[in-house]
């Protein structure tokens, strides 16, 4: 599931930004009389909506507005209702009341017994005109529709209109995931909460737990007393987790690591253990400390693992439990083994691998016995591995060698791909373009196809990122999200199927109009649009390398503003200024350092002031920058500007040079702005 051997200040603070509407030519405008300049773009919500009529005027909140159901569907509706509400109350400093009533103007109706079959359980229908209506099949399919709105008030300047027409929008593949590593690295439950409400911003629908691994067994179980480690999640945390992911939606996959990645369970009972160096230890991450797989030819060892599985399966609601089943020895590795080829032997096996593949099927059957679907990772025959069975065509795998999931499907597998080229987060391994777990998102977002093949009776079932936390357990929580930010928005959009916009970059700059959901730490600021800003600097390198100041308005990562190296001895300070164009309200900037990982033009001290006339400044802020690359998110008092100044008075690592890759102002985007 990793590979062969194998996933902010910096941060934790989101990218949010501000962009234009989309009014890119793959959104489908209705033709309005009299002039087509007159109807409305499509909100630039993301993910995209992909079929939009633009109507004329817009929709406004007032104070009579409310939130409005139909009696017969209140009791189905009324929790998604209220969360709408409380999210609205965050944007709009408004708070509109739920009721069941008969809409009038002004109101916003929910409603979720649509007869429109292509919406599925997931998409919805909006209808913008004097009373804002959204429609769907059922409750999924509203909240789905009530982030689309809450995002679209939030674009708008005044926090209260929506434009008016018409949509219907619905996602291409049905399971839009994210894997978090919580084996290797402990993340709390408030970090686990903050992960479900940005991924249900984003309308993705499943939140993967790699619960165990060599250094963590994250589960307490009354049931195992003392194999829990130190930092582990109680029955009552897992429950409150699971209440909240559904308020959004979201679905909490467990994934208990067997028969490999075991350590935990081999430390707590080591009769576990296999006896044979070769099985016992792992080439992977870990496995050097022995006890790394379960000898699963001894039926007290498969006796633990159905006492673990009962004891696990009952904390969690998903109709999916992960199995793992990934990172085995190689062949060579189990024929080294002696009790491992006695046992194939007795049990009248073809290869020692189908061992594996049988105890994998037992396991499968135990899931299916409590009315759930196992998971796995498709492993059994990678690397040129061999078996006479295969596993069960009720398990779903997770494909994530192959680009392509096509070959699975043929086979007659549901599959939720998470290809390592594509969409492998990976830190500790990968922090730039090249790197294994470091994700190209251009290429994920403009190149790669998300192939949904339905050959020989499977389907793909869905699409996750994958965020591992090898050799980067001590790393902070914003580590961690500075890698994965980006390709969660890129995998959002491109399998909701919304439509695509002329570049990446054009679309991380639309996706960071929207900022985070409400009550996050970027749901109440976006960045300021970068159209029309114009950058000049005292000092930038334009031989040895395009160190131009203007690339830091590019929202593109991977350029640079970088001083001239020559002559090196240049003091600091240095500095950029951003020309606005016109006074602008502000509340906060951040600072993106170069990201191919090199350490030069990190920024350590700096200032930044603002001016309304480019000749008098004003300090609003001043601080000192970490050595590493993930972006810094400063906040300071609301204040008006025409120009802006970062100056660098020192350094991160004392080299004589300044740089950013992006410097992207921040504005308010709700209401309710914090100073």
């Known amino acids: 599931m990793r590979r062969f051997i194998r996933h902010v200040l910096p941060i934790a603070l989101l990218i949010v930004g501000a ?26 919500v993301q993910p995209g909506i992909r079929e939009w009529h633009g109507g004329r005027g817009m929709f406004h909140l007032s104070h009579r507005s409310r939130i409005v159901l139909e009696a017969a569907e209140s009791a189905e509706l009324s929790s998604t209702a209220h969360t709408f509400a409380t999210d609205l109350s965050a944007i709009t400093g408004r708070t509109l009341p739920v009721v069941t009533a008969t809409p009038r103007a002004d109101d916003i109706a929910l409603r979720g017994r649509s007869a429109d079959t292509q919406l599925g359980p997931q998409g919805y229908a909006l209808d913008i005109g004097d009373i804002l209506t959204a429609e769907a099949a059922g409750d999924t399919g ?58 249900a911003w984003q309308k993705l629908t499943t939140f993967h737990l790699h619960l165990t691994d060599w250094s963590g067994f994250r589960i307490q179980l009354p049931q195992f007393p003392g194999l829990a480690s130190a930092d582990s999640y109680s029955p009552a945390e897992l429950r409150e987790l699971q209440d909240y992911a559904r308020t959004y939606h979201v679905d909490v996959v467990p994934e208990i690591d067997l028969p490999g990645h075991s350590t935990p369970l081999t430390t707590y009972d080591p009769t576990l253990r296999f006896a044979c160096t070769s099985m016992d230890r792992a080439t992977w991450p870990g496995g050097e400390r022995g006890g790394w797989t379960l000898d699963i030819t001894k039926q007290h060892t498969r006796d633990f693992v159905h006492g673990l599985l009962e004891a696990v399966m009952p904390l969690f609601d998903s109709d999916y439990v992960h199995v793992g089943g990934d990172e085995i020895g190689l062949d060579d590795k189990k024929n080294a083994c002696p009790e491992l080829v006695s046992y194939q032997d007795a049990r009248g096996f073809d290869y020692t691998g189908d061992v594996f593949v049988d105890f994998l099927n037992s396991l499968n059957e135990q899931v299916r016995s409590h009315g759930k679907i196992t998971e796995a990772w498709a492993w059994w025959n990678q690397y040129g591995q061999q078996s006479s069975i295969a596993p069960d065509r009720t398990i779903v795998l997770d494909d994530y060698i192959d680009r392509d999931p096509a070959p699975l499907v043929a086979q007659g597998y549901t599959v939720v791909a998470a290809p390592e080229p594509v969409l ?24 790669y196809a998300f192939p949904t093949p339905a050959a020989g009776g499977g389907r793909v079932l869905g699409y996750k990122i994958a965020r591992w936390s090898d050799s980067a357990e001590t790393q902070s929580t914003a580590f961690f999200d500075h890698f994965a930010h980006r390709p969660l928005q890129v995998m959002a959009a491109r399998t909701w199927g919304s439509p695509r916009a002329a570049s990446a970059w054009t679309f991380l700059g639309r996706a960071d109009a929207v900022g985070g959901p409400p009550g996050s730490s970027t749901g109440y600021l976006t960045a300021l649009p970068k159209a029309g800003l114009t950058a000049t600097t005292d000092s930038d390198e334009t031989a040895a390398e395009d160190g131009r100041a203007g690339n830091i308005l590019d929202d593109n990562p991977y350029t640079t503003w970088h001083t001239a190296y020559s002559p090196a001895s240049a003091p600091m300070p240095h500095h950029v200024t951003l020309d606005l164009g ?11 350092p170069r990201q191919d990982a090199a350490a030069n033009g990190r920024i350590g001290a700096w200032t930044f002031a603002v001016s309304t006339d480019g ?3 004003r300090t609003v802020a001043r601080g000192s920058f970490g050595d590493n690359q993930t972006e810094k998110e400063i906040i300071f008092s609301r204040t008006r500007a025409r120009h802006v100044r970062l100056t660098a008075t020192s350094a991160a690592n004392g080299l004589p040079y300044a740089g950013a890759a992006e410097l992207t102002l921040l504005r308010p985007a709700s209401a309710r702005v914090p100073d």
């Open 615 to 617: 000749a008098t400044w």
């Open 582 to 592: 016109a006074d602008r309200q502000l509340a906060g900037f951040r600072y993106l």
């Open 142 to 199: 509203v909240f789905h529709a009530t982030q689309t709105i809450e995002q679209a008030i939030k674009l708008d300047g005044r926090h209260v209109s929506v434009p008016r027409g018409t949509a219907r929008d619905w996602p291409d593949i049905e399971q839009r995931a994210q894997m978090l590593d919580v084996g290797r690295k402990y993340f709390p439950l408030s970090y686990l909460k903050t992960q479900i409400r940005e991924m």
């Open 424 to 447: 492998y987060v990976s830190p500790g391994f990968g922090q730039k373009l090249g790197d294994y777990g470091y994700v190209d998102i251009r290429d994920t977002y403009e190149n």
């Open 19 to 44: 962009a234009p509407l989309d009014t890119s030519a793959s959104v489908a405008v209705a033709a309005p009389a009299p002039a087509a300049a007159s109807a409305n773009p499509a909100p630039a």
